[in-house]
């Protein structure tokens, strides 16, 4: 009689067979079974994360993974990722958001098939944004929308959706991985694609909009929560100073309502605070196109601001040059404070 020392090897089903196990798994988590169907759910969805990634005995094979997304797509189950992760465990969460940004790479032909049909089913996208109101699964989907945001098609939409202004909520959620999160993917929305959403910004500014954009951001600026100003802040000067942003900083800059933010942070009791407000505030300073109300108010707070601007704190990387812009800024509010110059 013989014998084997080896296990047989087990038989792995199909792309297609899996991909409509994990359907129907899925959609019986609506039924009365729900915690049989979670587990058998669960277990499919592993069997999924190991055919696209390796179980350790077997690698990945491409042609199954190209099915397995086009199977993927023409089942509805992408829809099902996103409106069934709360009702999944934390490994299994961990497992679809693995998948997910596996399956959205994948080309397919000429084109990426998930991305395709994320742009039919764009609801997808609200839907994850407003899950960051769950904490149960805010990291998973906010994972999920960086993923995305890497597609130009996608960006555009949330930047045009009414679910973007929702962004100023989440960064100041009281949770704050939840709320580091969200800031994290609001920057990915606003930096990935440059040309996207400077157009998009510039539009807004155009229709004067009762939320556009700076106004949203203004909350940020002035927000209680050190964290939420901090980097807001420090994001807000490294934007505006981006090439295909200088328009939309020339808009910026000769506004009175945000310069007087920028004076307002120029006191805040943080020293970090304080040097970022700096190199926005000296962009209003510099400006040589300043509008009477840019000048007027510089010099109606000239002492003031020569005090504040005497005492910035330095930090030793930057000294040399921080000291060198900072006189540079007090020699122009010197000059604009003569009554002379102010005229002008």
């Known amino acids: 009689m013989a014998f084997s020392f080896f296990k047989p090897s087990k038989a792995r089903s199909s792309p297609s067979d ?37 179980d ?17 797509c023409k089942e509805g189950v992408l829809s099902l990722f996103v409106h069934k992760l709360p ?17 959205l790479r994948q080309q397919v032909g000429s084109g990426y098939c998930c991305v395709e049909y994320i742009e039919n089913h764009l609801e997808l996208l609200d839907f994850l944004v407003v899950c960051y109101n769950n904490k149960e699964i805010a990291l998973n989907c906010g994972n999920m929308l960086r993923e995305c ?15 973007f202004e929702l962004f100023f909520k989440y960064v100041e959620l009281p949770n704050f991985d939840i709320a580091s999160d969200a800031l994290a ?51 807000l000067s490294e934007f505006l100073l981006e090439t295909p942003n200088s328009q939309i900083m020339k808009r910026y800059i000769i ?48 002492a003031e601001l020569l005090m504040l601007l005497h005492c910035l704190p330095t930090s030793r990387s930057e000294d040399e ?16 404070s003569h009554p002379s110059q102010a005229a002008i």
Not at 44 to 49: E, P
Not at 61 to 67: M, V
Not at 87 to 103: E, F, N, P, T, Y
Request: with cysteine; hydrophobic share 40%; charged share 25%.
């Open 185 to 235: 993917t609001f920057k990915d929305l606003l930096t990935k694609h440059e040309t996207a959403v400077s157009q998009f910004l510039s539009s807004h500014y155009e229709q004067r909009m009762l939320f556009q954009f700076f106004e949203l951001y203004e909350k940020l600026l002035t927000s209680t929560n050190y964290v939420t100003r901090r980097q807001s802040l420090k994001f």
């Open 56 to 72: 350790g005995e077997a690698e990945p094979n491409q042609e199954q993974i190209s099915q397995i997304a086009l199977e993927i």
């Open 149 to 163: 945001i890497k597609y130009p098609t996608l960006a555009k939409y949330l930047l045009e959706s009414t679910s």
């Open 255 to 302: 506004e009175v309502r945000y310069l007087k933010i920028m004076m307002a942070l120029l006191k805040d009791s943080s020293k970090n605070i304080q040097i970022c407000a700096f190199h926005i505030f000296k962009v209003f300073v510099a400006n040589p196109n300043k509008p009477r109300e840019i000048i007027e108010v510089l010099a109606n707070n000239h």
């Open 18 to 54: 899996l991909v409509k196990a994990i359907r129907e798994s899925l959609l019986a988590l609506d039924t009365k079974t729900v915690a049989k169907a979670r587990e058998e759910a669960e277990k499919n969805i592993l069997s999924m994360r190991q055919m696209l990634t390796g």
């Open 87 to 103: 009702s999944l465990g934390w490994d299994a969460r961990k497992d679809i958001v693995h998948c997910w940004c596996i399956l």
């Open 321 to 336: 040059q921080l000291e060198e812009e900072r006189d540079l800024v007090i020699k122009e509010i010197e000059s604009l």
